[in-house]
């Protein structure tokens, strides 16, 4: 009863400094919301990320035709935009900023690429768009290779065609008059049946590279030695399942990093009373010292409690967050969340001298856990040695045990060994929290 | 005006700074920190100089040259390291491994890959691996060109088999690598920046990572700092001040200079660390740029908190708006993450906030090259920040010393 009373005390105490507890609650969903604009997901959708490419192309050579067909198609690929102009401006452009990257296409390259002459295609990338002009050269690199795989076959297996090609009748022999005019001229030309020695070469040397490339084509489908991959990621399983909802790690993350802060100003508040002697009043009552530090810790983890309770249902509401397959999960991940905070600032509290160096000592442990401990970035994408710390910090068990159940929906049945360590961390500090609390009674509790 | 007041008073905040040594925790030891810690998460940084490349686990059940051809361009790369080992686990361990952070891919070779390959019977390898890390990808880019190389191959020599082989040559292997090797059609890339093809990655590495954290642990001490303000109000000492023979334009001058100090300092220290070997970034050709940045910017945190000083009632809400404001600018302006892969209007918000034009400034000095010429239009926007922050600031002092 007594312990009650003293809860209810506290929690109107926290309840005082209002303001603090709205910044507590209107960060973490203010940080989510910028992610949301970033990043999408939640009713923002998908569309944020990463935006249409500027990409530059220069390949003034080029048919309009083609370049009108490679415009629309990179455009329409809904990952690019597309500017054909010169390579002076192209550069411009790049250096500026303007453009992530520019794709090069040699002068004659259409010419060098019939008479297989050497063609060398450039990407200029921008230094201040390094994600962006990556993209474009991996896309690039790729189609590149594949053209360079099918022309390796090919030389390898009919390597007089380069010989040939490379002559330098190889130009006259596409400038002839069998290559006049348009398409559907040389077409018709081909098709008619011309006695003309000349012109039965070239249809003949046509039309074995026709079936040459056809023969090429055909076996280049068929690969013997293919890659099966699985994904570990459940980013990169996103585009074959379902869609990942990004808030579901960034909500608990930041409200982790914030309960921290409420929970060790509800902790740090030992010291004020100390100060005000309120805490040596309550020693000399009745009430048994055990009971003033365990009213302490629980009111301090019910107010945490609370607090990530509004966040979470203001979190589902805005940003549809899963809450779990189950309630009984989220409810657990919670309290012992909660409770393993609260008796971990406590202890910070029992052993700093004084209010100043308990608020210098928590902030500095809570930005350090909150970067090692995953609340910004997730674990999987940090170094082992990095998480091998983090595993030091309660909040890394506090974040693997919300992403099991926000993230992987996860009952926390299934994995329970997070939760465990929070309570085990809980008991054993407060344990610790009450022996030295009772031995320094006659400093009000404190060092 | 009176010169040795406003030098007192900014004589006071910076040994008041000073004597208190958790402070120096906050101005120097954290940025680098979390600087480091940044650099390692991000994958740049290996000071101590040890192997840190992730493993990438190769079951090889096969053993012979087909798999000795399969792994050999994956051998010497900077971004994970091979272990072979001649014996496999269940996917499922495999898979822990990865969730672990223990490998980073692991390959599954099975016992007749050289025998069926020879045969150009169907084979399939098993790659587990993480989207999520460069490394990863890596390791699937480098299997995906040698596959690429390898199907080709045999797409030549089935040709070379079949009875309408369209005139080919019987195949050869060295031939084929010749042609694989020298390829006719080439691409070639290059940074077009200050130091092209250097491997510099402003957005991913180092060269982001120390700007953005000294940018960020200036604002947010000098945002934090705001509760001095706020308790020199309540404790009255302002008003002592204002019966003393300080004017108000001294007090505002003191506390703004004050302030102004302990970034330009802290600004200093930081960015010099980062410029050791040891984390080696280096800012441009443009001294005047960076110093004009880190003058502008200091100012306008300067004055930023003075506004904040002077509207929190409390250094508690003081705290919590500080904190507000420092993490939200950092989010929005680009310090955490690289503005390219947001929105487009998010990235102008970003650019229109001090933090991304500060930001920006040090990509544009580094990876450009650019001078205070072409770095006009943010540096102005820098010092609009700091005008406006300096005047609406002055106006609340004035107003709160004037009373």
């Known amino acids: 009863m007594q312990i009650l009373v003293m809860i209810a005390k506290d929690f109107r105490r926290a309840l005082a400094d209002r303001r603090a507890f709205v910044v507590n609650l209107a960060l973490p969903l203010l940080l989510t919301f910028i992610m949301g604009l970033s990043f999408g997901g939640g009713f923002f959708g998908n569309s944020a990320g990463i935006s249409a490419i500027p990409v530059a192309l220069v390949g003034q050579d080029l048919p309009l035709m083609l370049r009108e067909q490679l415009a629309q198609g990179l455009t329409e690929s809904g990952f690019f935009t597309v500017t054909w102009t010169d390579s002076l401006e192209a550069d411009a452009m790049v250096r500026r900023g303007d453009a992530a990257a520019a794709v090069v296409f040699p002068p004659d390259i259409l010419e060098k690429f019939f008479t297989l002459e050497e063609v060398e295609l450039q990407i200029w990338k921008d230094p201040g768009s390094s994600l962006k002009a990556g993209i474009v050269e991996q896309i690039i690199t790729r189609g590149v290779a594949q053209y360079q795989a099918g022309e390796a076959v090919y030389l390898t297996l009919w390597p007089e065609d380069r010989a040939r090609e490379g002559e330098a009748s190889a130009r006259e022999f596409w400038e002839s008059e069998a290559f006049a005019g348009s398409f559907a001229d040389v077409w018709q030309r081909f098709r008619r049946d011309s006695e003309d020695p000349a012109f039965r070469e070239a249809r003949q040397r046509l039309l074995q590279g026709m079936d040459r490339q056809t023969a090429l084509t055909q076996a280049l489908q068929v690969s013997p030695i293919t890659l099966s991959v699985q994904d570990k990621s459940p980013l990169g399983e996103f585009e074959k399942k379902q869609e990942i909802n990004l808030f579901n790690f960034f909500l608990p993350g930041f409200s982790v990093f914030f309960l921290m802060f409420s929970v060790a100003a509800g902790c740090r508040d030992l010291h004020r009373e100390r100060k005000a002697g309120t805490l040596q009043r309550q020693m000399l009552s009745p009430v048994r010292r055990v009971d003033i530090i365990v009213a302490r810790w629980l009111s301090i983890s019910l107010q945490g409690g609370f607090m990530l309770a509004v966040l979470f249902l203001v979190g589902w509401v805005l940003f549809r967050i899963n809450l779990g397959p189950d309630p009984l999960s989220l409810f657990l991940a919670v309290t012992a969340c909660c409770l393993a905070a609260t008796a971990v600032f406590l202890a910070l509290a029992l052993i700093s001298p004084t209010e100043k160096i308990m608020d210098n000592l928590t902030t500095v442990l809570i930005l350090v856990w909150s970067m090692v401990g995953g609340n910004f970035i997730p674990l999987e994408q940090m170094p082992g040695w990095v998480v091998a710390v983090g595993r030091f910090g309660f909040n890394y068990w506090a974040n693997i045990s919300f992403q099991n159940v926000m993230l992987e929906n996860r009952s926390v049945l299934e994995a329970p060994g997070p939760l465990l360590v929070m309570a085990g961390v809980a008991a054993v500090l407060m344990i610790i929290n009450i022996l030295v609390f009772r031995t320094r009674a006659g400093r009000g509790g404190l060092a | ?403």
């Open chain 2, 1 to 403: 005006m009176n010169p040795s007041v406003i030098m007192a008073l900014v004589r006071l905040r910076m040994l008041r700074v000073l004597r208190d040594r958790s402070n120096l925790v906050w101005l120097f030891v954290m940025p680098m920190a979390f600087s480091f810690l940044m650099g390692q998460m991000l994958g740049d940084w290996d000071p101590a100089g040890r192997d840190m490349r992730p493993l990438c686990l190769v079951y090889d059940l096969d053993g012979q040259a087909a798999a000795d051809a399969l792994v050999a361009p994956l051998l010497d790369n900077d971004k994970f390291r091979i272990v072979r080992r001649d014996t496999a686990v269940s996917e499922d361990r495999a898979l822990e491994l990865i969730e672990e952070q223990r490998i980073t891919a692991a390959l599954f070779i099975p016992a007749d890959y050289t025998t069926r390959v020879a045969r150009n019977e169907p084979v399939t390898l098993r790659l587990l691996y993480d989207s999520d890390r460069l490394s990863s990808q890596t390791v699937r880019t480098l299997l995906d060109e040698g596959l690429l190389k390898l199907n080709a191959k045999q797409a030549a020599l089935q040709i070379s088999r079949q009875p309408d082989n369209h005139g080919a040559l019987p195949f050869e292997s060295t031939r084929f690598d010749q042609r694989w090797n020298n390829p006719r059609v080439r691409l070639s890339s290059q940074t077009l920046g200050r130091l092209p093809d250097t491997g510099l990655k402003l957005t991913s590495s180092a060269q982001h990572v120390g700007p953005a954290y000294t940018i960020f642990f200036v604002m947010m001490f000098l945002m934090m700092s705001a509760k001095e303000l706020v308790a020199e109000r309540e404790d009255r000492t302002l008003s002592r001040l204002m019966v003393s023979r300080a004017t108000s334009l001294d007090i505002v001058l003191g506390f703004f200079l004050g302030g102004m100090l302990i970034g330009l300092v802290q600004a200093a220290v930081l960015l010099g660390l980062n410029s050791l070997p040891i984390f080696g970034v280096d800012y441009g050709d443009s001294p005047a740029a960076l110093i004009l940045t880190v003058v502008l910017f200091a100012g306008a945190c300067s004055a930023g908190s003075i506004l904040l000083g002077t509207t929190a009632r409390s250094g508690a809400q003081a705290d919590g708006l500080g904190l507000a404001v420092t993490l939200t600018m950092a989010a929005v302006g680009g310090l955490w993450w690289p503005l390219e892969i947001v929105p487009p209007f998010m990235q102008t918000i970003g650019h229109s906030l001090p933090t991304g034009q500060a930001i920006t400034i040090f990509h544009d000095m580094i990876g450009r090259g650019y001078g205070v010429a072409q770095l006009s239009g943010l540096l102005l926007g820098l010092a609009v920040w700091f005008v406006g922050a300096l005047v609406l600031g002055t106006w609340r002092l004035r107003g709160l010393v004037s009373r």
